[in-house]
């Protein structure tokens, strides 16, 4: 017996992902699921309906749908038309969405939010967060190269040579690595930071420089330490020059549904090179920097400031294709046979749950829901 999936067109502004593409859809029916889409959910991404039914997709209203896979998390009122007992897989975000949280609750609705992936090795195939932030990342040093004022690579032409652009990426995790690397294929100089030493090494694999402040703040259990005062103000002198001496910063300090940290601060954005530029990628949660204006490009004393909003939505074809990879991977824990079964002993399956059978089961989404209230 075939387990019926649906995949409804998304319904959040600006959002040009779509949850399933063609090319995923016949892994999925392997599994044994009946695939069924609302008409136009790909156009965004610009994959047409056709696509979508050469694969063996349906097109329908998703009425019946055990499974439901989105890109953003669905409104309340989408909640309102899912089957009692069907199961979600969608990000969420619960500290911004408490309300569809609550929803979801009441209507016994199991979701997988996708950012609580745990980012073990047995679970990188569908960590979502991930292959979206490679993506960001790339993206990331292609707004720094079109933004400035000057070129990237170093050029020699018939009057004098053009001295490379200095990218410095804050946050070595994938965004930045990606971003990383994708200035270093663009030409430019590039050097990478991050309060984890240990990433030193992932820095120069890309072709960068590490900027070492000089202080560790690794503590016990590999977490990072308080700093004493005396280090802080270590720390920002090394940054603050680095900072002062690169044409463009991209920044990818992010928290999934927190307020990102403010990590370059009023002062060291005035005492930038006239010209150069910030791309801040942690626009979701309000930015990188005070001065910030999320979805905006804005002046900034002698730097500009570029803080997009979505910014894989950009990249919908390749977003899609990725995000749908993780889907499957993730689905493939929990259909044997053509059979639903939900192993809550299964690591990846227990941490990722949002809300199962009126309950919800995170801890930090039950606290959001409960402030509201």
């Known amino acids: 017996m075939s387990i019926p999936l649906y995949i409804p067109r998304e319904t959040r502004e600006h959002e040009k992902r779509v949850a399933l593409v063609p090319s995923v859809a016949a892994k999925l029916q392997k599994l044994g699921l009946d695939i069924s889409l609302e008409s136009g959910a790909g156009n965004a ?48 975000y619960a500290q911004r969405e408490p309300a569809v949280v609550k929803a979801l609750q009441e209507r016994k609705i199991t979701c997988f939010a996708m950012e609580l992936v745990p980012r073990i090795t047995r679970a990188q195939a569908m960590d979502a967060l991930s292959s979206q932030a490679a993506l960001a990342g790339y993206y990331a040093a292609l707004l720094a190269a079109t933004n400035l004022n000057r070129i990237l690579p170093m050029m020699t032409t018939a009057v004098g040579s053009l001295r490379p652009a200095k990218v410095l990426v804050m946050g070595a995790g994938v965004a930045g690595l990606q971003a990383l690397a994708t200035a270093k294929r663009l030409g430019a100089m590039i050097e990478g930071y991050d309060v984890r030493p240990e990433v030193k090494e992932q820095v120069q694999s890309v072709g960068g420089k590490f900027v070492d402040t000089g202080v560790n703040a690794v503590g016990e259990g590999g977490y990072a330490r308080e700093l004493t005062d005396e280090e802080k103000q270590q720390v920002e002198a090394v940054l603050t020059r680095h900072i002062q001496q690169a ?7 992010s928290i999934p549904g927190k307020p990102s940290p403010k990590i370059i601060t009023e002062a060291q954005i005035m005492g930038m090179k ?14 990188n920097t005070p001065l910030t204006k999320p979805g905006e490009t804005v002046e900034a004393g002698p ?12 990249l919908a074809e390749h977003a899609s294709e990725l995000y749908s990879r993780n889907l499957l991977a993730l689905v493939s824990l929990m259909v044997e046979e053509g059979e639903l079964k939900l192993d809550w002993e299964d690591e990846v399956l227990a941490k990722s749950v949002l809300t199962h059978e009126g309950e919800i089961r995170n801890e930090a989404a039950r606290a959001a829901v409960a402030e509201q209230a």
Do not use: H
Not at 275 to 287: N, T
Not at 308 to 314: A, E, F, G, K, Q
């Open 45 to 92: 991404a610009r994959i047409p309906d056709s696509a979508y039914t050469d694969a063996g997709v349906t097109l329908g209203t998703g009425e019946g749908a055990k499974l439901i896979f989105r890109v953003q998390p669905p409104t309340v009122e989408d909640v309102a038309q899912m089957a009692e007992g069907s199961i979600l897989f969608s990000f969420i």
């Open 247 to 253: 044409d463009a910063v991209i920044t990818t300090a």
């Open 274 to 287: 006239s010209g150069a530029i910030i791309i801040d990628l942690a626009a979701e949660g309000g930015g």
């Open 303 to 314: 730097a500009t400031i570029v803080a997009p909003l979505n910014i894989t939505s950009n």
